[in-house]
Structures are given as structure tokens and as C-alpha cells.
């Protein structure tokens, strides 16, 4: 028991999770590819966009093929989006994150315990980045994602013994409830779309995870780096209009606010709930 503590807490430990999770960044990848498009997740096997030639295994390995490629297809030289990489990257880092923070930092706690939280919240951290680049390049959160995340992270959060199944029910009923009543608030006073039941449904999703104690925190910290983003490109695309003077009508500056909600639920896994106990003046 002690020796299996010991390795699960290793640096070792830690590496081998981040490697985990660079090559499910690369599935991530052709979830964010081809989902949108309505394409299958399983087959054909990986492609290059260009010529259709199949990517072969040793092509295929996590940021580093990237690089020795230049980010180029073998075959035909077409190059390759650089988000394929960022990606990867990016869930080697998740995964190591949350290995280090979940696993190897509490080992005290049951093995089991400790690698069934790992799952579940890189299953959910997994989520949220194939939904927000999707986001980023459709500005849809397609329901095939979200519908089915929410049970499924819902009965997984109980083998995370984090949040109480209580916190977790109300947390993703509210959370698209929120939203839908913000929607409509929107649309009956503006008689315009804004927030889409997307995020609402996203929203959901990390109520199931998080539970509803999370959500205040996920929705203001969402909401100010949203506006933190916008408003200098907003004021960019205005002096821009006023630069050429163009009699056509400004565009109304539409930025995905899924990855905002995204950022603001992980920055909760992470620090959240004892950042929130320190704001009430509550000590942990």
C-alpha cells in the first residue's frame, strides 16, 4: 500500500499522466474536426485534409511529429493546422495538472479514489476543451456533446467524491436554467438572440461536475474575462470603421463565451472551492 502511495505521488507518475493526456489531445483533435461536420469519431483513421493520404502511426505521435514535420503532410506538403499541436499540448498539461493536484498531492486517500477522481475530472477537463474550440471556430456547442455529458459527468462525479450528488442535481438544473431565463430576459428586452442555450447546456455540464456552489463563481469569472477580451477588440473594430470612414453598419462583435466558461470552471476545480471559503471569511 505504501509503495503503491509512493509511486502514484512521483514526478514519474506525474510525466506518464501528462503523456496520457498529449495522446488524447490528439483524439480531442479529430473530435474537433469532425463533429461539427457530422463526420464519425472512429473512422476513416486519421487523414491529411489536403490529399486524403492516411496518416501513418509514427506521423502520428503527440506534438512531436508536428515539429518534425514542420507542420506539413508528408505526402503532399499541405501544411497543418497549428491547433493540432496547442491542443495536445494543452491536455498533456491538463492531465498533469490534475494528476499533481488530485493524485500525487493527497496520499492519504484510497488508490482507487484517487485514480477514479483523475478520470473523471480529465474526462470532464476533455470536455470542456473539444467544446470550446469548437466554439472558437463555429460558435456552436453541439448537443451531441453537452446532452449526453451531463448524465454521464453527473453519475461519474460520484466516484470523484467531490461535490454531494445533491450539490451536483441542483448544479445542472440550474445551470441551464439560468441561462434560458437570461436568454429569453435578452431576447424579450433587446429583441435580439444573445446568450445561446448552448452555454446554458455547457453550463450544465459543470454544474454536474462542480455542483451548483460553483456556478456564481463560473458565470462572474466567465463574464469579466469575456468582457476583458471583447471590449479592447471592440474598441479596435470601432477605430478601425472610423479610420475608413465606411458607411456600412459595424458589425455586432459576436466572441464564443463557452471558452470563457471553461477557463472559470477549471479555475475552480483547481482553486475555486478554497477561494471561495476565503471570500465568506470561512476558514478551510
Not at 506525474?14 to 495522446?23: E, H, I, K, Q, V
Not at 460520484?158 to 440550474?174: P, V
Not at 461536475?209 to 471590449?231: E, K, Q, R, Y
Request: hydrophobic letters at 50%.
Amino acid at each position: 500500500m505504501g509503495d503503491s502511495a509512493a509511486l502514484l505521488s512521483s514526478p514519474l507518475a506525474t510525466a506518464a499522466a501528462g503523456l496520457f493526456g498529449a495522446l488524447w489531445g490528439s483524439f480531442f483533435n479529430v473530435c474537433i474536426d469532425r463533429i461539427p461536420r457530422g463526420e464519425s469519431i472512429v473512422r476513416p483513421g486519421s487523414r491529411c485534409d489536403g490529399c486524403g493520404t492516411p496518416i501513418r502511426a509514427g506521423d502520428n505521435l503527440p506534438v512531436i511529429s508536428y515539429l518534425l514535420l514542420r507542420g506539413r503532410c508528408r505526402t503532399c506538403r499541405a501544411p497543418f493546422s497549428a491547433r493540432h499541436p496547442l491542443v495536445e499540448l494543452l491536455a498533456a498539461l491538463l492531465a498533469a495538472a490534475i494528476w499533481w493536484r488530485f493524485v500525487a498531492a493527497d496520499p492519504g486517500e484510497a488508490t482507487a479514489i484517487r485514480l477514479a477522481r483523475f478520470a473523471v475530472y480529465f474526462t470532464f477537463a476533455g470536455t470542456l476543451t473539444v467544446l470550446s474550440f469548437i466554439d472558437l471556430a463555429t460558435q456552436l456547442l453541439p448537443d451531441v456533446i453537452t446532452l449526453p455529458a451531463i448524465p454521464i459527468l453527473f453519475f461519474a462525479g460520484f466516484g470523484a467524491h467531490g461535490a454531494g450528488w445533491l450539490e451536483r442535481l441542483i448544479g445542472a438544473a440550474a445551470g441551464y436554467l439560468c441561462f434560458l431565463i437570461i436568454s429569453e430576459f435578452y431576447y424579450r428586452v433587446l429583441r435580439r438572440e444573445g446568450l445561446g442555450l448552448g452555454d446554458g447546456k455547457l453550463l450544465a455540464v459543470i454544474g454536474a461536475v462542480l455542483g451548483w456552489p460553483a456556478l456564481p463563481f463560473v458565470v462572474f469569472v466567465g463574464s469579466f474575462t469575456g468582457a476583458f477580451v471583447s471590449l479592447p477588440i471592440a474598441i479596435w473594430q470601432r477605430r478601425g470603421a472610423d479610420t475608413t470612414k465606411t458607411r456600412e453598419p459595424l458589425r455586432r462583435l459576436q466572441i464564443p463565451f463557452g471558452p470563457f466558461l471553461a477557463l472559470a470552471a477549471l479555475s475552480y476545480l483547481f482553486i475555486g472551492p478554497a477561494l471561495l471559503l476565503r471570500w465568506l471569511g470561512i476558514d478551510s
